[in-house]
């Protein structure tokens, strides 16, 4: 019996060891920045990240205007492929979750993928996350329905963060980046 425990307790932490997925990594230069699938509230309160997510999110400023189509997006999930190294992510990413906010529309559809920028894995996940999606650019963000693309925004708004997400609510094409 005492045997079977240690064989038991053994095996689960071997697994639990193999399991645990990585989230995060230190570049060349000695930074702590994000890998793979993460949830927002690392942005917003990891003392790495909060300074400059929370002051581009405070500083974007939009209007009170209400947009008709953004009942539109109601259906849509995003994936939101980025660096916490990225200059282009810092700005955007959090003004674009403003935005989302702005329309009222749910965080929870909302997808959260870190890439690299370390050499043999640049913009590439830790699991292969940005496979087969063309992720050349970041922040890339992919609107999604029913699992389709219905659209995407290239590192930064062709027009306007608004204009850019309207047109993909409205079912018109950006041209790409």
Known sequence: ???S???LLLLCTVTFCFAQEETTYINQRGEVHLCGPFDIN???EDSLYASWYNK???EFKLDDTTYS???QLNDVEIDIYMGTWCWD???WVPRFVKTWDHLGLEREKLHF???YDIADR??????GEEKGKKIYRIPTFIFKRDGNEIGRIVETPQNDLLADIGRIARGLTLQSN
């Open 42 to 44: 690392e942005l917003e």
């Open 1 to 3: 019996m005492k045997k």
């Open 69 to 71: 189509w953004s009942s």
């Open 89 to 91: 992510s810092k700005i």
């Open 113 to 115: 993928i870190a890439l």
């Open 122 to 127: 640049y913009k590439k996940g830790p699991n």
């Open 5 to 7: 425990c240690y064989t």
């Open 56 to 58: 581009q999110y405070d």
